[in-house]
């Protein structure tokens, strides 16, 4: 039988230059010469994500890191192999600056805008090469947040080079059996003898361990229970010649996605440490890495969403059925816009905190910036991680059985997904943790604050219902919580009360840019999309629940 038609897989191009949003947005919020002085590196990166990494992903699908314990003659060597994708991004991410160029702060508060802009076009062909480079980032803030200056001096400059060879990384080991979201339960013991501190206990779910250091909490001996009774120490992994200091990688996680991170289990025996700052309060110093991968995990659920829409996208110009390609048909063309609406929602959500980290790192905030980040990082992180993973699930529905076929590539967007709502606080601690910052912190009044103005400068004629939804609902969120004094009832809610304040938030941004967008030449694929968010025309709900409906009701 002869078999004469062959679908042709999805192609991209320039992941910049394809990039409508990107681009829009880093034209509202750049100055001009910063925006050109940035725009040849964005351009590259772009073209690697779109060109040759992608192909040398697809090519190195299959492969994964791979654990040797021991060598031939005996010897303990607990060495691990990445793959040639996390080979070739090591180099790369630390050429193109991807955490250096926050630190580097060349242009001050834009600096971070920058480097997520530069995160978020080398994520998705990197096979999660950005959970390294998070706790990296994430290590360096802590250090130079700690006031040791020795420690500081003598390890930031690796984490922070863009020399390869210097290049370091660093690993965060807080998981341990008992517990991945109760921190304070944490059983490791910290131990002084004559040449310093010594960490013995086992972690349960260190991500990246092949990294040169790693930030471990640890109880000193006498301490008491609890969060307050952890320490923080720094652990370089390695002697000069390459072999683990008094650790053990125990094995290997055998994982649903993100497979080609190698996540272990080690066991900690006498590992030298040094502590960070005073010898307690671990949680509390820790706190500067977790609100900074938190920020990362964010980038890269916007990233994977918009990998996906980008392949499903060109495919849907390529595959013809029921006689016309996919892009014409009505339905198909609807469904792809709920996605592009999810995906802005996010983008907005995510880029606030680049603004709101830029300002604050540059020394220029503006009155509640920080109070707002505190509150906007656990929101952004939860529920850009709850859309990334409906986001990738439609992705594959839209390219049928193809969709479900492992060596088209397609499948991994959804399993790597997957880990975006567990690791790093999962929905329920990141809704508890916002529910405590409105409580305790105050955080609700900038909060409302920045929806509202938000929504105010989306002021056009076309804009009016996405803009009244988000005030509408920002209202609701606030009535529920005055109302609302039950602890447990309120705890109860807490989810809806994040998702909602959210959804709020990205559709309050989405609009501004929309209105900017729409008065900076006419474009609007942004009021579309706030429309869609917004659930405006017409009763139906998207592919989450507009945001209306979304309102936190007990
Ligand atoms: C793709 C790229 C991104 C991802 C890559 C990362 C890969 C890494 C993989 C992992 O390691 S995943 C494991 C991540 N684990 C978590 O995220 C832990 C989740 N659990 C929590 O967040 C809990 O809420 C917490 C551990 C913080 C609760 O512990 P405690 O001991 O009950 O702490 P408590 O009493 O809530 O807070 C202690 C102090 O820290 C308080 O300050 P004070 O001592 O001054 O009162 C808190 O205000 C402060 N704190 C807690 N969370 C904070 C914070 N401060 C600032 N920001 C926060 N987020």
């Not at 990166?45 to 040759?52: D, N, P, Q, S, T």
């Amino acid at each position: 039988m002869k078999v004469d038609f062959v679908q042709e897989p999805p192609r991209l191009g320039n992941q910049y230059h394809d990039d409508r949003l990107l681009r829009s947005y880093l034209a509202r919020e750049l100055p001009p010469e910063v925006a050109r002085e940035i725009e040849p590196e964005l351009a590259e990166m772009g073209e690697r994500a779109g060109g040759e990494l992608y192909r040398l992903q697809l090519a190195d699908r299959s492969s994964e890191p791979v654990l040797t314990r021991w060598d031939a003659w005996g010897n303990r060597v607990d060495r691990v192999e990445p793959t040639a994708v996390w080979r070739r991004a090591e180099r790369l991410a630390a050429e193109a600056g991807l955490v250096a160029t926050a630190y580097e702060r060349r242009h001050a508060a834009q600096s971070r805008i920058h480097q997520f802009a530069l995160i978020y076009l080398f994520t998705a062909s990197t096979d999660i090469y950005s959970c390294p480079l998070a706790m990296t980032d994430g290590a360096a803030a802590t250090l130079l947040a700690s006031g040791n200056r020795r420690l500081a001096e003598r390890i930031v400059p690796h984490l922070t080079s863009r020399d390869p060879a210097g290049f370091w990384t660093s690993g965060q080991w807080m998981t341990e059996t008992i517990g991945g979201s109760d921190v304070g339960r944490s059983e490791t013991v910290a131990r002084r003898d004559g040449e310093g501190w010594r960490l013995y206990g086992r972690k349960w779910f260190t991500s990246a361990v092949a990294a040169q250091v790693a930030l471990a909490l640890a109880r000193p001996e006498g301490n008491p229970g609890g969060g307050r009774g952890l320490a923080l120490f720094l652990v370089e992994t390695r002697d000069s010649d390459g072999r683990p200091r008094n650790l053990r990688i125990e094995r290997l996680k055998d994982k649903l996605g993100t497979r080609k991170l190698p996540t272990a289990e080690i066991f900690l025996d006498g590992t030298p440490a040094e502590p960070v700052g005073e010898l307690a309060n671990g949680v509390r110093q820790i706190a500067t890495v977790l609100n900074l991968t938190r920020a990362w995990n964010a980038v890269s659920a916007v990233e994977l969403m918009r990998r996906g829409l980008a392949l499903a996208t060109d495919f849907a110009g390529r595959r013809s059925a029921f006689g016309r390609p996919l892009a014409e048909q009505p339905l198909h063309a609807d469904t792809l816009a709920g996605l592009e609406a999810e995906l802005e929602g996010a983008f907005h959500l995510t880029f606030l905190l680049a603004e709101l980290l830029g300002r604050i790192e540059a020394g220029e905030p503006r009155p509640a910036d920080e109070l707002l980040l505190r509150a906007a990082t656990p929101l952004a992180k939860l529920l850009t991680a709850k859309q990334a993973v409906a986001v990738a699930s439609e992705v594959l529905e839209s390219f049928g059985g193809a969709g479900y076929v492992e060596d088209t590539g397609l499948p991994v967007l959804l399993r790597d997904s997957q880990v975006l709502p567990i690791w790093e606080g999962t929905t329920n601690v990141l809704a508890l943790d916002l529910l405590d910052v409105l409580d305790r912190q105050r955080a609700l009044a900038p909060l409302v604050a920045t929806i509202n103005a938000a929504a105010d400068a989306g002021d056009h004629r076309e804009l009016e219902v996405p803009a009244g939804a988000a005030r509408d609902a920002t209202a609701a969120a606030t009535a529920w919580l005055a109302a609302t004094t039950d602890p447990d009832a309120r705890q109860a809610g807490a989810r809806r009360l994040a998702l909602t304040l959210g959804r709020a938030l990205e559709l309050a941004l989405t609009v501004r840019h929309a209105r900017w967008a729409l008065d900076a030449g006419g474009d609007r694929q942004s009021l579309a999309c706030a429309r869609r968010l917004a659930g405006d025309g017409g009763p139906l709900a998207g592919l989450t629940p507009p945001v209306a409906a979304a309102v936190a009701t007990p």
